[in-house]
């Protein structure tokens, strides 16, 4: 009986979060006061997010203890399992090892609460009493909802209007874990009211969802606002994965010539691959391999500048890959994939060349996800099969180049709030989508005259 | 920091399944032929099932080994972890602990693939090379489109009509998985056509989908019909997980005061207490608790009698608690327990008093899921709510007696595709239902004239 999967004993848990900063190489960009143009500093960032946080956020050490209460509630479904695909790669009949790990089998379905149930416990320990929050697909608002109840804070969650409607699933997922979730915009804040009036058929967007989110956390000196990806705090919470996998594949005695994930705003992919990116910058030789959509091309089409995280330009300017803080990408199924910009550590290393992007289009990425379905059972999130359609191209690879390889990547969450995607490609409806030039020059006209890194 | 989840490491993984009747202190009635009111023999059954399933059906063998085909499969996601409840336990605030076995980390989300595995891999062996098979909620039916598309078989699932209108994602799954899944009454078969005919707007019935799926396969020779419940090849295949329990709750060093499953056929609650069944014929003491709903009490209210297993009146004679063979349970939201009869096995052991049975109300189930969502972080299926609810009455004996016990659940499934019963639950819009005695006594005709056990 060959092995299937391997898993840590509760005991063998990492006890620490990674922090890359205290190993970049070169340094990264500062983020900016969009005012001032000048490096921002903790207190500019203190209505926003608790202190605890925000020195998480600029720290430079490199292994942070992870709080015990913390621990407590990652035990819930953590330390999770390094599985082999052995049904995939006998499907894919290539020189190819492949290993997954399995972030699905948390409570909300996703890495997502990785941070937050970090966040929330910092909050409550700040003295916090209710956070706010936007979501778009909604693996993030629940996943901060759930953490919320498990630490006693109020948890109000901004979702995306046209997604609150087509993923109902999504929105009472939060209601029973206490959170209240409002379509956005809403009524609820002066940002949201103004577009009603202006708009009162407005789908919303994910833009809008942030600014509300903001504007209702800070007017409220008891709350605080909670991002999902993106910020240095929250892949560091995420990298508890990647250091796992390394303890696991340790066990099974491989190390990955290969290491992808998918990027939406590079949580995902920086908690698996973060400590892998230690070993490289350390001199061992692996590929990490960012896998994002070609509807949405941040890393592969979008220039390393300066922008603002949100539509509204209300937060400090991120030196990143971006796309222009008012580009709006096609209403593709990977929800968790639409986001102007990437994480500021991923860009830099992107920037470094230390990590490599590359783009899949939808249609592809279900294709790879149904015969992942039809070989090894797991329905995959939509972002995740952008990692699978990778993995795919890497297996071909190997094949015309005769050569064995191990990758590994991240299965970040299970589709089966998403079927309707699957639904669509399946009855022919998903279209090809390659963004032209024109639309990505036009888009980018928003970072002119911003400060350049 | 405490434990809370243990895992067997696969090569620890039970090799066979335990066959309950070895062990039968008394000897169970026989199904019976309709006709002639003889014990039916395999060769009546071969037009329905292979006959490599038919021998496991009758075998009085305690131990039969696992394919190393059905094996491989379940390595996709078993062993399944025994998990203690730490957070549900401090909210009940009662002197108990409380394990629970998940199996929700299927594919599927459910125990269901268990048999389903299984009854695939003996179809293909026999030659078989489509199956044909009904549901209700609709885990079965994607349990079973799963296993068929590993195994190379076509499948057909007939889905109760009101379900597949309510609950489309469950369609979905089965169509990512390759099956085609209709929607029954439907025009594929003689009895759908029929009903189709008199009631173009008919709603459907679970007796009707059963029909439908035994006319669609008997017509073919080179298919069969697949049952996700109630026969003692089900219950056999399901054995794995509690015997996967009793080898993790070893490894803690607690044997159960209480064991604990919700029963619609009888399927996971076997899966998990027959091997603790077997203690007890032994001479252990145990409580086995069998978990129904007030809508449906088969085992609390139904009497032990022989009756069909569906409507139409197509199968053998059953010896089981039974509410009547045309019984409409009330449309409760856990459609996985919306049967009128029992698995024989399980009506024998609550007959002869070495199981017990107890029936909760829908509102209390989901009470006891929402604080258990809030507690432990997973959303469970409906069905399972019930055990829950088991659970925490449990719990309120031991803190009234002052007694600690150790209690073990099966969490049967998640309910992440069942959000819609927890949004009614929370929205106020479920009702307690408790049969009338009138209507029990009205359901209970239909079994007048048939023979008795």
Redesign the interface.
Known sequence: ?????V?L???EIPRQWYNILADMPTPMSPPLHPGTGQPVGPDDLAPVFPMNLIEQEVSTERWIDIP?EV???Y???RPTPLCRAR?FEKLLNAPVKIYYKNEG???P?SHK?NTAIAQAYYNKAFGVKRLSTETGAGQWGSALS?AC??FGLECRVFMVKVSYQQK??RG??M????ANCFPSPSDKTEAGRKILAEHPDSPGSLGIAISEAIEDSVMDPDARYSLGSVLNHVLLHQTINGLEAQKLLEKVGVYPDVVIGCTGGGSNFGGLCLPFVQDKINGKEVSIVAAEPTSCPTMTRGPFAYDFGDTAQTTPLLAMHTLGHDFVPAPIHAGGLRYHGMAPIISHLVKEDIIEARAYDQVQTFEAG?NW???????SAPETNHAIAAVVQEAERAKEEGKEKVILFNWSGHG??D??A??AY?SGKLQKYEMPDEEIARALKAIEGLPKP
Request: glycine share 6%; hydrophobic share 50%.
């Open positions: 009986m060959k092995q299937v999967k898993f004993d509760e005991s015990e621990m407590e509630k035990l819930l479904w049904n089998v948390s409570p379905g609460p759930m109840q498990m109902p699933f009472m997922m209601q029973v874990w206490g149904v379905a039809r070989s090894e059972g797991f329905i089966l709030v079927l309707a699957y639904d399946l």
